[in-house]
C-alpha cells in the first residue's frame, strides 16, 4: 500500500498544469490523481479564478475542467474561454451515442470497470447507421477516421500493445448523461432522418 502523501508536499502547480492539459484518470495518472483528490477545494478555488470549475468523479476515477456555466444575470466582464468547444460532425455525434450506449449495458452487466472495443466492433456497430450506397470500404475509412477524432478528445484510448483495441473512458459519462441517453431512441431517427435526406 502506497504511504500517504503529507499535506504540505502536495502540489496544487502539479494538479492544475495536468488538468489544464486534459483529463485526470486514477488508472493513467496515478500521481496527479492522488494529489487532485486532495486538494479539490483548493483546485476549485484557482481555476475558478479563470472561469473554470473541476469536475471530479471519484467512483468512476476521473477529473476535468469546463468552463463555468454563463450566468445571463452576471455583469462583469465576460472571461474568455480557456477550455475549447469541440464542434463534433455528425458520424463524431453518432459515435458517442453509440459508445455511450454500449458503456451503459457494460456497467449494466457488472463484468468489470474497464470497457474494451475491438476496431472491428467499432465498424460494425456504426455501419448499421452509415448510408449503404456508398463504397463499403470508403464508408470503413470514414469510421476509422472517425475513431481517430474521438480518440484525440479523449473519449477513446488505444490500448497499449494491443493492436486496433481501444478503451472507452469513463469521462464519456460525464458528457453523454443519463437523460441525454433516456432520449437516445429519438436521437436516432433523428439521425436516420438526416441520413435518409443526405441520401
Same mark, same amino acid.
Given at each position: ?25 486514477? %488508472? ?15 483546485? #476549485? ?11 471530479? %468523479? @471519484?467512483?468512476? #476515477? ?42 451503459? /449495458? ?34 470503413? %475509412? ?24 481501444? @478503451? ?9 448523461? #443519463? ?10 431517427? @433523428?439521425?436516420?432522418? /438526416?441520413? @435518409?435526406?443526405?441520401?
Amino acid at each position: 500500500m502506497t504511504p500517504a502523501i503529507p499535506r504540505t508536499e502536495l502540489s496544487l502547480p502539479l494538479v492544475v498544469t495536468h488538468l489544464m492539459k486534459g483529463v485526470v484518470y486514477r %488508472d493513467t495518472h496515478e500521481q496527479v490523481w492522488h494529489h487532485l483528490v486532495q486538494l479539490i477545494p483548493r483546485v #476549485g478555488d484557482y481555476v475558478a479564478t479563470m472561469g473554470l470549475v473541476v469536475v471530479i %468523479d @471519484e467512483s468512476e #476515477g476521473y477529473g476535468f475542467l469546463r468552463s463555468k456555466p454563463e450566468d445571463p444575470d452576471d455583469h462583469a466582464p465576460q472571461i474568455p474561454r480557456l477550455i475549447a468547444r469541440h464542434a463534433l460532425s455528425f458520424n463524431a455525434s453518432l459515435m458517442l451515442a453509440l459508445l455511450r450506449k454500449k458503456l451503459a /449495458e457494460f456497467d449494466a452487466t457488472d463484468d468489470g470497470f474497464r470497457l474494451v472495443l475491438s476496431r472491428d466492433q467499432i465498424v460494425d456497430m456504426m455501419m448499421t447507421f452509415m448510408s449503404t450506397t456508398s463504397n463499403e470500404a470508403r464508408v470503413v %475509412d470514414v469510421i476509422d477516421r472517425t475513431i481517430t477524432k474521438v480518440v484525440d478528445i479523449g473519449f477513446l484510448r488505444r490500448m497499449p500493445r494491443q493492436d486496433n483495441q481501444f @478503451e472507452v473512458r469513463r469521462v464519456l459519462k460525464a458528457f453523454v448523461d #443519463g437523460q441525454w441517453l433516456s432520449d437516445f431512441d429519438g436521437r436516432l431517427a @433523428e439521425y436516420e432522418a /438526416e441520413l @435518409e435526406a443526405s441520401r
